[in-house]
């Protein structure tokens, strides 16, 4: 099967400048979760979406951070505007979560630079 | 919320010997306890998980043990081979409205020198 797709590979950004990721799940997987993992640190869950709902977004820095899940399908991640500390690999994941089911499949990241 | 803590922050092993990284988490509702490897510049993937049913997993060389009294869990790599050498990071989820909400340890660079 497909995996989690993601888009950009790479950006470089200026501070107070405002960038976008895309990221497409497993085909069928309901629950969507965009991660930040700064160098040297586990990733961070920033929201989870279940189908187009937010299920958690308790650690998502809601004054420049937003996301949306049009459709329970695709999502985009937009941070505007970025600060340098943004600086980091900006992971998708997607799960079935059906029953206890729910390993989480990870995309290839977005790394951000903002300088 | 979840806290989880992982220790060693970094392993080195020579080739054959074994490697125990060890976590504990904070949450008595947490229930699956997934293991990840990331390589450099890749994305993490899942190597073995252990349900909160269960005391000990194993796949090949790799185990997994749960102690739910003491909250703690632990990945156990026997064999270690050059190719074992990567980030390895814990995990912990709860059921109920945090659903798959996976809490992740602070990585754990495993070096297998041959």
């Known amino acids: 099967e497909a995996g989690v797709a993601q888009s950009p590979r790479y950006k470089i950004i200026e501070k107070r400048q405002s960038v976008a990721f895309w990221c497409n799940p497993i085909s069928g997987h309901a629950t969507l979760y965009w991660y930040q993992q700064i160098l040297g640190q586990g990733p961070k869950l920033l929201i989870q979406?279940?189908?187009?709902?937010?299920?958690?977004d308790s650690q998502l820095p809601k004054d420049r951070f937003s996301a949306e899940r049009l459709k329970g399908v695709d999502s985009t991640l937009k941070i505007q505007p970025a600060k340098l500390e943004d600086s980091a690999v900006y992971l998708c994941?997607?799960?079935?979560?059906?029953?206890?089911?729910?390993?989480?499949?990870f995309g290839p990241g977005t790394r951000l630079t903002v300088t | 919320g979840e806290n989880v803590e992982q220790h060693p922050s970094t392993l080195s092993v020579q080739e054959g010997d074994s490697a125990v990284i060890k976590c504990t988490y904070s949450d008595s509702a947490s229930n699956y306890f997934p293991w990840y490897k990331q390589e450099l510049g890749k994305r993490p993937q899942l190597i073995i998980d252990i349900r909160s049913n269960v005391g000990e997993k194993k796949d090949q060389r790799i185990a997994v043990t749960l102690n739910k009294t003491a909250k703690h869990f632990s990945l156990h790599i026997t064999e270690t081979q050059p190719e074992d050498s990567a980030v390895y990071f814990c995990a912990a989820a709860a059921g109920g409205t945090s659903y798959g909400k996976l809490t992740f340890g602070q990585g754990t660079i495993l070096t297998v020198h041959p």
């Open positions: 979406f279940q189908n187009n709902g937010v299920v958690d």
């Open positions: 994941a997607s799960s079935l979560v059906q029953g206890t089911d729910y390993e989480q499949y």
